[in-house]
């Protein structure tokens, strides 16, 4: 680290005048370290605003929250309510510095694929025990195409079945939305299917179930949008963080 030298003139003895050539020199130690001072100085001025504190701080609050839905699994399961305090803490910080503010102004940021990592809608007891979601059929990625263009919204949810040659499918649900306000979308259920046809017998009897749960009907607030992520509350209260995907879903 450089060192700033500060030169002090000593005092002049009582009656001294100093010499022409003495003030100008006198003059020049001035001007000499006024110049080291600014180059020391400047390039700390030039890292400090190199780096925008803000999105120091968001990129900071996403490893958080990355963190914390480590081992939760969406949080569709359930988890206990200090984990979920914790990442609501986090989801509020993200809102707090939201760089979409009006993000229906803005739908290409929020047009293509979205990959679900955490909601608080969850599945449990008796729901989770008649859908057949602890040891027979496991419940895969969650998946948003957003098509702005049709003003389509498609919610795919990926199943595996054990007991059938370990079966793979999916649930699709396709939906329409308008525009509420500048944050705001109604969300309106067009139709629902289930591929492959072995996949919808085994959930037949619980169908109503099933879409009671994941039917996105009804409005949400996007209150979170950038290039990588967003974040939706609904009408029940419920948080949505999703990321964006580059995987290709066969509709």
Request: charged share 20%.
């Amino acid at each position: 680290m450089a060192t700033l030298v500060k030169l002090v003139q000593p005092p002049c003895p009582k009656g001294f005048t100093r010499q022409p050539w003495q003030q100008q020199q006198q003059q020049q130690q001035a001007k000499f370290c006024e110049l080291q001072r600014f180059r020391l100085i400047n390039p700390m001025k030039a890292a400090a605003q190199s780096s925008s504190p803000s999105s120091v701080k968001v990129s900071q609050i996403k490893e958080n929250l990355y963190q914390a839905l480590q081992g939760i699994n969406r949080g569709i399961f359930g988890t206990t309510s200090g984990k979920k305090s914790e990442i609501q803490e986090l989801v509020e910080q993200l809102e707090s510095q939201n760089p979409t503010p009006d993000p229906t102004l803005n739908l290409h940021k929020v047009d293509g694929c979205w990959k679900l990592i955490y909601s608080t809608i969850s599945i449990m007891g008796a729901k989770r025990t008649k859908l057949g979601l602890r040891d027979f059929i496991t419940l895969g990625d969650l998946f948003q195409i957003i098509n702005v263009a049709e003003s389509k919204a498609v919610n795919v949810m990926k199943f595996n079945v054990k007991g059938l040659n370990l079966l793979n499918g999916q649930l699709a649900i396709v939906a329409s939305f308008n525009i509420d306000s500048k944050s705001r979308v109604t969300i309106t259920y067009r139709e629902s299917t289930i591929t492959p046809d072995q996949l919808m017998n085994v959930f037949q009897k619980n169908y109503d179930l099933l879409l009671s749960i994941f039917n996105p009907e009804g409005w949400l607030e996007l209150t979170y949008v950038d290039d990588e992520m967003r974040i939706g509350r609904d009408q029940k209260g419920n948080i949505f963080v999703l990321e964006r995907s580059e995987e290709r879903i066969d509709l």
